[in-house]
């Protein structure tokens, strides 16, 4: 099963944007508009006779091979990828491109209208309205403006084991329990009183 370009054209029919198709590479090339860059150019491609999707903006960040602050940049997409769902980065360590790209394999599935559209959307919000920001900010400073977040929190953290030692350990405990059980434990509803 999987996907072919034709399913793919026809998603990108419905959300009227143009593309090119570009066949022997198994992709189409689209665009898509940006508030902190160029237009964004996206591409969509099939590998494995469209058992696995790849929906990737090439060459997001240019001129990072040989920048003082590469790995601070580096640092900071790990540190974005570990935030967010889906958006992976790739670097090529040959010619410096960087590509943001979301994949995964289909193999006996359908790609549905509504998986592709929350990959285009997510990829576009993630790349344009979050990641490109910051790194851009990264680029001209060397600093990640997401680790200030972090040292607040950091900050907090220490504030509340001075002032409630032992916090921390019930913290930690009702986090893992919360991650093992994938939800927060239901809500209750409140006994009345037997008064």
Known sequence: MGATLQQIAEYLDERGLPYREQPQKARLVTRARSKHAADLLIVIQLDEEG?????????????????????????????????????????????????????????????????????????????????????????MTGIDPGDEDLMIGERLLLAIQEEAPGMLDLLEKAMEARKRRGQFPPCREPQADSD
């Not at 590469?70 to 090529?92: F, H, V």
Request: net charge negative; proline share 6%; charged share 25%.
């Open 51 to 139: 058992r696995f999707f790849k929906l990737f903006v090439p060459e997001v960040l240019a001129g990072v091979k040989d920048h003082p602050f590469k790995a601070a940049i580096l640092q900071t997409m790990l540190s974005i990828s570990w935030e967010t769902k889906m958006l992976q980065w790739e670097y090529d360590p040959l010619d410096g491109e960087i590509r943001a790209i979301i994949e995964f394999p289909l193999e006996d599935s359908v790609l549905t209208q509504r998986q592709f559209n929350r990959c285009f959307d997510g990829l576009i919000e993630i790349v344009d309205d979050w990641a490109m920001p910051r790194l851009l900010e990264v680029m």
